[in-house]
């Protein structure tokens, strides 16, 4: 099987549903000596993580490191980075970096967003700091001949449709959206892609329902996560693309 050589892998969210689901999938390409970050919150989730994928007799020579941080702030981009750079000494031929962290943030009345704090909060998470990650992770492995460079943004269909009461998530995910473009334009040896992975049986879902009592036909993680890594495997798609579930 072709696989993504030896590289380095760096996925937020990692803990749970489609993070959870990608650093499964992503381990069956990487070549041994190759490097997996697991990024999150919860240090157990992760370490229980850690602990499946070395379960499995194909990753035993994959090394995965636990990183335990909440990226809304400084430290945590800082330490995420740090990691990172640790890794440096090692010669890869492909960086992934898959920002799959995010929240759903509160659903209500435009109106009603008039704390300030909040909202920089939760922009501070699902904003900023993909931009701090990204660019800390591209000074720590500038582009070279050879060196193969991916950036994954996970998207969302309201980063293009506008939905009433959603106004964080979707000026985050349209933020985000947009942020990788320019990505894209200005790093012509960095292949960006945001994917928008459909709904999906994830705790978020369960929110929705909750918050807003509307279901839909969930998919498993996986089954997206195969389509995902799928896409950067073939590697058959513009720089800055914004592809859905349902397009590919």
């Known amino acids: ?88 000494v090692h010669e890869f031929d492909h960086v992934l970096l898959i920002n799959n962290a995010g929240s759903l943030g509160k659903i209500s009345g435009f109106e009603n967003f008039t704390d300030l704090e909040m909202v920089n909060s939760y922009m501070s998470f699902n904003v900023s700091s993909a931009l701090a990650l990204t660019a800390g992770v591209l000074k720590v492995f500038p582009c070279r001949a050879g060196l193969r460079w991916n950036v994954v943004n996970v998207s969302s269909i309201f980063a293009l449709e506008a939905l009433p009461s959603w106004v964080l998530y979707c000026t985050a995910k349209a933020a985000r959206k947009m942020m990788f473009s320019v990505l894209a334009e200005e790093e012509p040896h960095v292949k960006v892609l945001s994917y928008s992975p459909g709904p999906m049986d994830t705790e978020m879902q369960e929110d929705i329902l909750r918050l807003t009592g509307v279901s839909h036909c969930l998919l498993p993680c996986q089954e997206s996560a195969v389509k995902l890594v799928k896409l950067l495997h073939d590697n058959d798609f513009p720089s800055g693309k914004h592809l859905d579930f349902f397009e590919v």
């Open 1 to 88: 099987m072709a696989t993504f050589g030896r590289g380095i892998c760096i996925i937020t969210g990692a803990s749970k549903g489609f993070g959870r689901a990608l650093a499964h999938e992503v381990s069956h390409y990487l070549e041994p000596g190759s490097v997996l970050l697991l990024v999150a919150r919860s240090g157990t989730l992760l370490q229980d993580l850690k602990e499946e994928l070395h379960s499995s007799s194909e990753n035993q020579h994959l090394i995965v490191h636990c990183i335990a941080v909440d990226l809304g702030t400084r430290e945590g981009v800082n330490e995420t980075v740090r990691m990172v750079n640790q890794e440096a």
